[in-house]
């Protein structure tokens, strides 16, 4: 009895260590993005594309994108909002920005990618995100008429709204099932 209560707190206490250390020494402990959701954000910035996840451009993007005159034109769209929804959205999304969530490993990496001096508008354009799809051919991206562009990561990427993960084992490309033995 004494032994298996022994062990018991012997467990507890190492996986304690373990996410201790993990947030003493800062690696990441998460795999994808933090998954964070909200109900305004999501009617705001959700009809067009899915609801990007906050972790996937640094703040400083975040607060640029956000600006009245940036919306005015976004990607050729008009995306205004209205001056209260439009700071509840700035304050949610720079609070928890890349640069932010140092705890979720995707975060990490796209942060690291991106230049100091540089404030990237579109997470397809950080080098990290460039380069993880580099090798993905046209015919399964842009003149794939199911998923039109890199920027629909959710039609790719199966966990990417349920659970804020882009992991390459939970991938399905429309019309290319068998995407992983076309692509060298
Ligand atoms: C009226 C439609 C519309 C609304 C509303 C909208 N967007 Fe977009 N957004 C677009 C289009 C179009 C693109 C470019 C997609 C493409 O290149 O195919 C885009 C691109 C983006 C990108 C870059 C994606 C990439 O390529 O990496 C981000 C980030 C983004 N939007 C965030 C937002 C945020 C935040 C809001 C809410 C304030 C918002 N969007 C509201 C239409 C919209
Ligand atoms: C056309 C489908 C498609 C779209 C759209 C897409 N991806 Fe991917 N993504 C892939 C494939 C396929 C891979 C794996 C590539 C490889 O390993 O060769 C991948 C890999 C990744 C990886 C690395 C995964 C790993 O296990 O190393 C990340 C992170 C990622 N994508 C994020 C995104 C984000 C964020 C978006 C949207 C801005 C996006 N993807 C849009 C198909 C897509």
New binding site residues.
Partial sequence: MLKKIFALLLLVFLQSSWAFAHDIFGFPRHR??EPLVDKKYESSCGECHFA?QPG?LPSRSWAKMMRPEQLEDHFGENAELAEKERLYILKFLTENGADKTWHYK?SV??NQSIPENVTPL???ETP??KK?????PRR??QD?KK?R?????????TE?VSKGQ????N?D??N?RN??DL?D
């Fill in positions: 994808g993005v990007y996937l995707r990496k796209i579109r997470i397809t990290y995100i993880k799809h580099m090798e993905i399964m991206i794939n998923v562009g890199l920027s629909y990561c959710n039609k790719c990427h990417a882009f992991s390459r084992t991938v490309i429309p290319f995407w992983d692509i």
